[in-house]
């Protein structure tokens, strides 16, 4: 049965970082592409950032790019999403998810397991 646990939301201010964490069980971790979508309050879920099987190529939504990197680590089945510079609109539930794929890419449809998501919460 696989398993993707998320961790490390929280609330903060605008302006300061965060990070989350994602462990996967019951897969081929280093098989799978991760990714990491959110969804705000009354909008869909959107695409945060993707990273491929082997940790070399990621990819990112244009809201987050500059601020946030996505990581993983391979021998630990954990992928990470280091979110600097935090914004009110970066406000949301981020889900992790697996790809069985091993390019990163952007569109929840391509995804086989998801979370269930950590609030992340940033005030002004």
């Known amino acids: 049965q696989v398993q993707l646990v998320e961790s490390g939301g929280g609330l903060v201010q605008a302006g300061d970082s965060l990070r989350l964490s994602c462990a996967a069980s019951?897969?081929?971790?280093?098989?799978?592409?991760m990714g990491w979508f959110r969804q705000a309050p009354g909008k869909e879920r959107e695409f945060v950032a993707s990273?491929?099987?082997?940790?070399?190529?990621?990819v990112y939504g244009d809201p987050v790019k500059g601020r946030f990197t996505i990581s993983r680590d391979n021998a630990k089945n954990l992928v990470y999403l280091q979110m600097n510079n935090l914004k009110t609109e970066d406000t949301a539930v981020y889900y992790c998810?697996?790809?069985?794929?091993?390019?990163?890419?952007?569109?929840?449809?391509?995804?086989?397991?998801w979370g269930q998501g950590t609030q992340v919460t940033v005030s002004s």
């Open positions: 019951g897969l081929t971790f280093r098989f799978y592409a």
């Open positions: 990273i491929g099987a082997s940790g070399r190529s990621t």
């Open positions: 998810a697996a790809d069985n794929w091993p390019n990163p890419r952007a569109r929840m449809i391509e995804y086989d397991y």
